[in-house]
């Protein structure tokens, strides 16, 4: 069944970059190559930190797609700071590069980055998360974080046996990801009476402050018997935390991205399950969408907005992932 999940939504993604055409737009700046129709030339990829296994996982797959489409790349971290990443977009439009790949430092604060370098003519490609506009970036391509949010909360009650009190780890504040899947949690939740969701802290995105949350959380409420967390750093933070108060046999934790120190706390019973984003493959197809739009002003898709599905990782599959990816 897992296989045939994971080939399904390779086959979705690919069916994405086929399907029917966006409408073009003007040459980048600098872009000869795309001018005429030859592809090749700069990306800059733009994430958030490389240090995260998420977002190194995202960056790699960046440049290895991008060196099989014949493309060089440079790559910057903003740490979801706003200026950070205006910096690096000015940095890209100095340079001429001729496409833009962001994982956005915030839906709102975005937007204006993201415009300028579409007036520089440089086009722009979003991953991972989104931006409050559309029609400036040429596609965003992000995890349907509802659907993994329902599906990792589901799974998550059943094992709370569907009472209890609860805490969560909040994302970034400024990431619309955050937001969507803590609602998406709720949605399920919300129809368990008799589970009590006690506090909540931010931690964005985290390891280190997942835990220091954890901490405070405890002191405060010694008898939580669960932990909703929005990614696999926190719940990772929260998970040591637990240990270190020898609570953690008596605690379910949710974590949410599939990261391999995730997928290793699922086998180990540490976590009881985590959500895969498949950003290897999103990343992937974003890279191919740049390529296609650099040689024909297409990108490929029929909507700038594209979600791909995501996969509930338990302890029974857990062996049938690795980096960020289905085997088989």
């Known amino acids: 069944m897992l296989k045939k999940l994971g080939a399904l939504i390779i086959a979705g993604m690919t069916a994405l970059a086929l ?13 000869s190559g795309a001018a005429e129709g030859k592809g090749g030339g700069t990306i800059a990829i733009i994430t958030v930190d490389i240090a995260n296994p998420f977002w190194k996982a995202e960056v790699e797959a960046a440049q290895s797609k991008a060196k099989e489409l014949g493309y060089e790349t440079t790559v ?57 506009e559309q029609g400036i970036a040429k596609s965003q391509i992000v995890s349907n974080n509802a659907q993994g949010a329902t599906l990792g909360a589901e799974y998550w009650v059943k094992q709370m046996g569907g009472k209890g009190k609860y805490v969560e780890l909040f994302g970034q504040p400024t990431d619309n990801n955050a937001h969507v899947r803590s609602e998406g949690y709720k949605a399920v939740i919300s129809q368990y009476p008799d589970l009590k969701l006690v506090q909540t802290e931010t931690a964005n995105w985290d390891r280190a402050q997942g835990k220091q949350k954890m901490e405070i959380m405890l002191q405060a409420h010694p008898d939580i018997t669960g932990v909703i967390s929005g990614n696999d750093e926190m719940a990772l933070g929260a998970i040591s935390a637990l240990k270190d108060a020898g609570k953690l046999d008596k605690v379910k934790v949710l974590g949410f991205d599939g990261s391999g120190d995730a997928v290793a706390a699922v086998k180990d019973g540490s976590l009881v399950a985590t959500v895969l984003q498949p950003i290897v493959e999103a990343t992937k197809l974003a890279v191919t969408q740049i390529d296609s739009f650099l040689r024909t002003g297409k990108t490929g898709s029929d909507t700038e907005k594209q979600a791909l599905d995501c996969v509930l990782i338990t302890k029974d599959n857990a062996d049938q992932f690795k980096d960020f990816v289905p085997l088989g």
Do not use: R
Not at 83 to 106: E, F, H, R, S
């Open 19 to 31: 399907s029917a055409c966006s409408s073009a737009a003007p040459t980048p700046s600098g872009s």
């Open 76 to 132: 910057d971290a903003h740490q979801n700071d706003p200026d950070k990443q205006q910096q690096y977009i000015d940095g890209a439009i100095a340079k001429k590069v001729n496409a833009i790949l962001l994982d956005p430092a915030g839906a709102k604060e975005s937007v204006g980055a993201v415009q300028k370098a579409t007036d520089a003519g440089i086009p722009v490609f979003l991953i991972n998360a989104e931006i409050t």
